[in-house]
């Protein structure tokens, strides 16, 4: 199982928690030959003397053109102890609006991903924020690797059990293939985790909550997991399938927690309705909230997938 990424994008305040998103950014961009685009958005009125040469272990370039950053290439090591080097593009720009300013760098570039930290320094004047990163889910045209604060700034942090959690609509078999293929990057475990939404009602009805009625639904949602999974050839341990009666959001994050999961991989729109996956809701929760990184596709943005897999998960 593999993914087509050949341009990651990586936004940086030049922060601790932009150096370890820098370390995810690197791994991925040495399993797939890709090029990393180093990204620096500053308030137009403020004072930024940032310099990348602090921040990355960049070769000087050999040719440098007017119009375009120059291409340099940078050391990297990874958790898994891989060594080499991977092309780095920097452009900065002024812009009152960091997240506008992402989005339209990976519209112009056809970005394939980016990855980006979740919080960075105080100030107007910085990048990196939780509100910068939710936008950046909510609009950019391609996947969004978000990246919490780690204990081990500036190395990749294992990732041993990767979760995809779904809703089971058509958009599911994308992301369980996706899931797949970073399992396989991060030769990691792959669990697959639906949510039957528990019915609500008013505390004035004297009613708790109550699973759905209609017979068997648990049953008939671990069977369409299991169909899921069976579609996957991975590398790793057999996929795992988790059926849970509850609220999606809150139980995606606390399975996460009790499971030690190390990267969530989730669609942001999924069925419509109140109980179903919507930016805003579900996804943007969970990656507020998740104790790990997230991973999240537009369920009709770019696909990360070669052909013959995107037609298998249509």
Known sequence: MTMNIDTILFPTDFSDVAEGAFAHAAHLALRYHATI???????????????PMDFLPVEPAEETDADESAARHVDVQTATQERGTVPVVYTQ???????????????????????????????????LSGSVSEEVVRGAPCPVFTVLPSADEGSVPTISRVLAPVDL????????HHAAALSDA??????????????????????????????????????ALETLAGRLDLRTDPVNVHVLAGYAARDIVEFAKDHEVDLIV??????????RFLIGSVAEKVVRRAPCPVFTLRSFGKSLLPEDASDDAE
Do not use: C, W
């Open 37 to 51: 685009h180093v990204f620096n958005v500053v308030a137009p009125d403020a004072e930024d003397t940032s310099n």
């Open 93 to 127: 720009t002024d812009s009152d609006s960091p997240s506008e300013a992402i989005i339209t760098y990976a519209e112009d570039k056809d970005v394939d991903l980016v990855v980006m930290g979740t919080h960075g320094r105080k100030g107007m004047d910085r990048l």
């Open 169 to 176: 609509s058509e958009q599911s078999d994308m992301v369980v």
């Open 186 to 223: 991060y030769a990691a475990p792959l669990d697959l985790l639906h949510v039957v939404e528990e019915a609500a009602y008013p505390s004035v009805y004297g009613l708790d909550p109550l699973t759905p009625s209609l017979p068997n639904v648990q049953d008939r949602a671990r069977e």
């Open 266 to 275: 989730m669609a942001t729109h999924g069925r419509t309705g109140l109980n």
